[in-house]
């Protein structure tokens, strides 16, 4: 086979290649097409942070030293201490935590006074942000107030030389599964601070690999 035909081999391919990926556009099969840019800001003010499984709470009795400890937030999402054999800490924020536990402690201790300090932040499974797809490390992570796509890719160490970069969706639950697309190649390839946006609890994401 000659040198000359290989070459024509290659360019018919890839010109097959580019029309399929033409077609599939037009039908609106392609990744990001048919979704609305994300918005730019996504996070509200009034935030708080909700504990979840495998977080650590910090428990502080006050003038009780022989009761403050700190205690892991198990899989079911309760947490036990000598003088409380369970409690359910998953959903709730420090606050709700502390005054759960004065309650119990009032049966033992006069006037307890307690406070909780959270420690790891894992957060509830609904509240993570998760990356799929052609990222270089794939992960679940722990939402952060005011983050964004870029904090995300840079947990993730960035795009793999065959991702669609601008194709990526963000899937978000809180907004009842709807899609938004992301320039995450503009973003991250070619720092276009333009392109980031903000993430919300519970967002997914998607990041599609390249037809060619």
Not at 48 to 66: A, F, K
Not at 111 to 127: A, E, H, K
Request: net charge neutral; aromatic share 6%; hydrophobic share 40%.
């Amino acid at each position: 086979m000659s040198m000359f035909t290989t070459l024509k081999g290659r360019v018919v391919q890839r010109a097959l290649i580019l029309v399929g990926a033409l077609m599939l556009s037009a039908c609106g099969l392609l990744p990001g097409n048919n979704h609305p840019p994300a918005p730019t800001n996504a996070s509200t003010q009034d935030y708080s942070y909700i504990i979840g499984p495998g977080d650590n709470l910090n428990i502080i009795v006050w003038r009780n030293p022989e009761l403050s400890m700190s205690v892991p937030v198990r899989p079911d999402g309760k947490f036990s201490t000598p003088l409380i054999d369970e409690l359910v800490a998953q959903g709730k924020n420090s606050v709700e935590i502390a005054r759960d536990i004065e309650k119990l402690l009032g049966k033992y201790v006069r006037d307890p006074v307690v406070t909780v300090i959270i420690t790891g932040f894992v957060g509830p499974y609904d509240q993570q942000i998760r990356v799929v797809g052609e990222a270089a490390k794939p992960q679940v992570l722990a939402y952060k107030q005011k983050m964004t796509a870029l904090d995300v890719m840079i947990a993730v160490g960035g795009l793999t030389d065959f991702a669609a970069g601008n194709d990526a969706t963000i899937l978000r639950t809180a907004d009842g599964n709807k899609q938004y697309t992301v320039r995450l190649k503009d973003l991250v390839k070619r720092g276009d601070i333009s392109a980031n946006v903000e993430m919300k609890p519970g967002d997914i994401l998607i990041i599609p690999q390249s037809f060619f």
